[in-house]
């Protein structure tokens, strides 16, 4: 594990917070390039490139895919003159579906048939919602998000499949239809929310207990709103165990050029 | 060519019309089973199937992916319990890019490694804009809609590149921010316009001479709008001579059970 922590630099734009990352600084993106999106990656060999485009196909709310690379290709549409290999802080490297490393750069594993899939971040909601004046309890908490595995199924595609996993945020009731609205203007970074009020209908037992993050306290009048997460193709991928697979450590995106408003519907 | 036009039968549900054309019906789709979504249908091997997902997905407005069928199954969970290989009216056989044949059925031509892409049709649009009191001038001329090769290039996936191709519709000058709110609620079904008002913006040089479709008259008043078309993937699909593919005929799509609210959004 690699862990050089650097004081907080001005990386106020997305090409200053790549080339920080890119020289070696390992810290979560959250907060830097304010007003740009951010993104989970992927990365697959070309024989499991199908089932991955395929799923994130069937699959748009919990795998919406902004954008995904030529085999061999480093490089994106979201960020001319990035390269995937170096300029996000810290990389999980994944054998068999189980992980084997966090690096900071993954220039030496690169290989002529990888595939990268970028895919949509629920912090570009988190940003809408706060515009909107919807209280986000995670960050007022100073916390990663509350995730739980559902007992919705996702459309399997190929060798990927696996259940729906699934944000939670409590909203005060009253700005629940905000949310909702606000969120479902948002479709490439998961939309609106799959549930609202009934963790029970989701097959979620106890919200105390997250699957993956940190537990959100409500505050009187919250409710909670389960959106789908981004968790859910790494979820799948890491039971369909494919024998080699690259993604951005957790909190450690990809910072595109792209702004937020580019994935805002009017 | 098989071309049994029969008298005007009863198609009021997709089910039924899906039937009619299994039993040898061979009509447009245009006004059958209303308020469903029909879709244009493009199959390919396999082996050409990773570029038409990955033209997809990065040609979203002009190719909006509805399903992606797994390999050998001619079923989709837009209509369970359809055949993709009877329930079209009529299809195009293309061998090398060039167009073969026009048979009312595939099944003796069906391949366990052949992938069936179905895609958003400017037919759920035409509805919508009718219902917000846009006039439509192609349905009120009884003609196929103008379109146009324009001088924007698609972005490639593999072997798949090709300039986008737009249609035309006239609208009145006041009635085209409706036009556009009313799209571009419809993202799944090519969403908003590309371009409004002057086609040498497109590079097209004269409106009088489509490269597709018929040409359409425009009232006093009327605004040129253009949106992204379906006919593009087929465009870029012939240009790139694929060994085998199979498309619906032009204006004899796939009847799907799915409403059309399924594809505006709130």
Same mark, same amino acid.
């Not at 830097?32 to 994130?56: C, E, K, R, S, Y």
């Given at each position: 594990?690699?862990?050089?922590?650097?004081?907080?630099?001005?990386?106020?734009?997305?090409?200053?917070?790549?080339?920080?990352?890119?020289?070696?600084?390992?810290?979560?993106?959250?907060?830097?390039?304010?007003?740009?999106?951010?993104?989970?990656?992927?990365?697959?060999?070309?024989?499991?490139?199908?089932?991955?485009?395929?799923?994130?196909?069937?699959?748009?709310?919990?795998?919406?895919?902004?954008?995904?690379?030529?085999?061999?290709?480093?490089?994106?549409?979201?960020?001319?003159?990035?390269?995937?290999?170096?300029?996000?802080?810290?990389?999980?490297?994944?054998?068999?579906?189980?992980?084997?490393?966090?690096?900071?750069?993954?220039?030496?594993?690169?290989?002529?048939?990888?595939?990268?899939?970028?895919?949509?971040?629920?912090?570009? *909601?988190?940003?809408?919602?706060?515009?909107?004046?919807?209280?986000?309890?995670?960050?007022?908490?100073?916390?990663?998000?509350?995730?739980?595995?559902?007992?919705?199924?996702?459309?399997?595609?190929?060798?990927?499949?696996?259940?729906?996993?699934?944000?939670?945020?409590?909203? $005060?009731?009253?700005?629940? +239809?905000?949310?909702?609205?606000?969120?479902?203007?948002?479709?490439?970074?998961?939309?609106?929310?799959?549930?609202?009020?009934?963790?029970?209908?989701?097959?979620?037992?106890?919200?105390?207990?997250?699957? *993956?993050?940190?537990?959100?306290?409500?505050?009187?009048?919250?409710? +909670?709103?389960?959106?789908?997460?981004?968790?859910?193709?790494?979820?799948?991928?890491?039971?369909?165990? $494919?024998? *080699?697979?690259?993604?951005?450590?957790?909190?450690?995106?990809?910072?595109?050029?792209? $702004?937020?408003?580019?994935?805002?519907?009017?």
């Amino acid at each position: 594990m690699s862990q050089t922590q650097g004081a907080a630099p001005v990386l106020s734009t997305p090409s200053a917070a790549r080339a920080a990352y890119r020289s070696g600084l390992v810290a979560p993106t959250s907060g830097h390039a304010p007003g740009h999106t951010q993104a989970n990656l992927v990365i697959l060999p070309q024989d499991w490139a199908w089932d991955m485009l395929l799923f994130g196909q069937r699959n748009p709310r919990p795998v919406p895919l902004l954008d995904v690379t030529d085999a061999g290709s480093p490089h994106t549409d979201l960020a001319p003159g990035a390269d995937l290999r170096t300029d996000l802080p810290l990389y999980r490297v994944w054998r068999d579906g189980e992980l084997v490393e966090e690096v900071p750069e993954i220039t030496g594993l690169w290989r002529e048939d990888l595939v990268a899939f970028l895919i949509g971040c629920s912090f570009s *909601f988190e940003q809408a919602l706060l515009d909107a004046s919807v209280p986000v309890r995670n960050i007022e908490q100073g916390r990663n998000v509350a995730m739980y595995r559902t007992n919705r199924q996702c459309r399997p595609a190929g060798r990927l499949s696996g259940e729906l996993v699934v944000s939670m945020r409590p909203v $005060p009731g009253d700005l629940v +239809p905000v949310a909702v609205q606000v969120t479902g203007r948002m479709p490439q970074v998961h939309g609106a929310p799959v549930h609202v009020g009934a963790p029970e209908g989701l097959g979620i037992a106890d919200l105390d207990r997250p699957d *993956f993050g940190e537990s959100i306290q409500a505050q009187d009048g919250d409710v +909670p709103v389960f959106w789908a997460c981004g968790v859910t193709p790494q979820a799948a991928l890491m039971a369909s165990r $494919p024998p *080699f697979a690259i993604t951005h450590a957790p909190g450690h995106m990809f910072v595109t050029d792209a $702004p937020d408003s580019a994935y805002r519907l009017p």
